[in-house]
């Protein structure tokens, strides 16, 4: 492709000279190493050009949590795309503003690109906010999406996208993620910081008679009355929580039920480190998932069908190690970094052709 990519995302990026354990590959550039899935295709003349979020902490608190975009970026963007060939931005957040600029100006060069992890609005269809979205995405020239469902919200709000949508399946670094040569402990973990059916999860683990502890880390308080074994840990570096997954008998995902993208970065990893996984079947799980393949499906809002498959596995060790061998034998043959990068290549090659 021998291009110049300028790269919006919506979180930190750390610029360093040498790999640190602690950073994940989205999250750290190296010198003398191409950024994140860009290091996996086959153009050694690739140049690339990352623009996070603003590190000032007041405008960081209003754009994350009152507009829910980066206007910062946006315009930091706009002020370098006579630069670059293709422009692609990960998650509305980071290309709703530029997207809207763009419209309004009638700017179509560079092509812009969007990794559309949330169905662009939300998936939402009220009015007037579908409108400017409609509106925007005038100026985009494709969608790449991780989870099948959100082509239907393309399909009906936003046909002419449609036809420049291609889903390419989330990756995980197998590098980051693997088994670690822990000694396992006795509770089992789950893991969220938004999107996720504590209620569910709790109701049921409070019905099962057992001495396994329930840990779930990322929320910083829940409004439900907890039961004796289950205790709830805040944010915590993300090599804790691999030890944690490693140290786990096997991880409970519970999800609520989105059209979109989400859960699907935890249960990989958890996946790729070698651990049964019991998640709930929604939209973006079932592209991932066999059940009692790879890992165990739970029905949405099911306290009954929950408490059942956390006692199958409590009760059944040797289906922890066979769900566990599989999950990770399943990332290891189709959901790397390098598969999405290699899928990523050839959707990003078609959608420049349009």
């Known amino acids: 492709m021998g291009k110049k990519f300028l790269v919006l995302v919506n979180w930190h990026v750390h610029r360093k000279k040498d790999q640190e354990f602690f950073y994940q590959s989205p999250n750290i550039i190296l010198q003398n190493r191409r950024y994140w899935f860009f290091n996996y295709w086959p153009e050694r003349d690739i140049e690339t050009e990352v623009i996070d979020y603003s590190r000032f902490p007041i405008v960081h608190f209003f754009e994350k949590n009152i507009f829910r975009f980066y206007v910062i970026q946006g315009f ?196 790729a480190m070698g651990k049964a996984v019991i998640v709930t079947k929604v939209a973006s799980t079932v592209d991932y998932i066999k059940d009692y393949q790879n890992a165990l499906f739970v029905k949405y809002n099911d306290i009954s069908d929950m408490k059942d498959k956390i006692e199958f596995l409590l009760s059944n060790p040797n289906e922890i190690i066979r769900l566990g061998r599989n999950a990770q034998m399943t990332i290891e043959n189709k959901f790397t970094e390098k598969h999405m990068a290699e899928v990523m290549y050839e959707a990003i090659r078609l959608i420049i052709s349009y």
């Open 76 to 271: 930091k963007a706009l002020t370098k795309l006579e630069k670059y060939d293709i422009l692609i931005s990960h998650g509305v957040q980071s290309a709703i503003v530029l997207a809207f600029i763009r419209s309004f100006l009638g700017i179509n060069y560079p092509p812009h690109i969007i990794i559309d992890v949330g169905c662009l609005n939300g998936g939402r269809s009220r009015q007037p906010e579908l409108i400017l979205f409609q509106f925007a995405m005038n100026s985009v020239s494709g969608l790449i999406y991780h989870a099948k469902s959100q082509k239907k919200h393309y399909d009906k709000y936003f046909p002419k996208l449609a036809r420049r949508s291609i889903f390419v399946p989330f990756g995980v670094d197998t590098e980051f993620f693997k088994p670690l040569d822990l000694e396992q402990e006795n509770y089992i973990l789950s893991v969220g910081y938004k999107f996720r059916d504590w209620r569910t999860l709790i109701n049921a683990y409070s019905k099962i008679r057992t001495n396994t502890m329930l840990k779930i880390v990322g929320p910083k308080k829940l409004n439900i009355k907890l039961p004796e074994n289950v205790s709830v840990i805040p944010y915590v570096p993300i090599n804790i929580l691999k030890e944690l997954i490693a140290r786990a008998k096997f991880i409970v995902l519970p999800l609520i039920n989105l059209p979109y993208a989400h859960g699907q970065m935890t249960l990989l990893q958890s996946m």
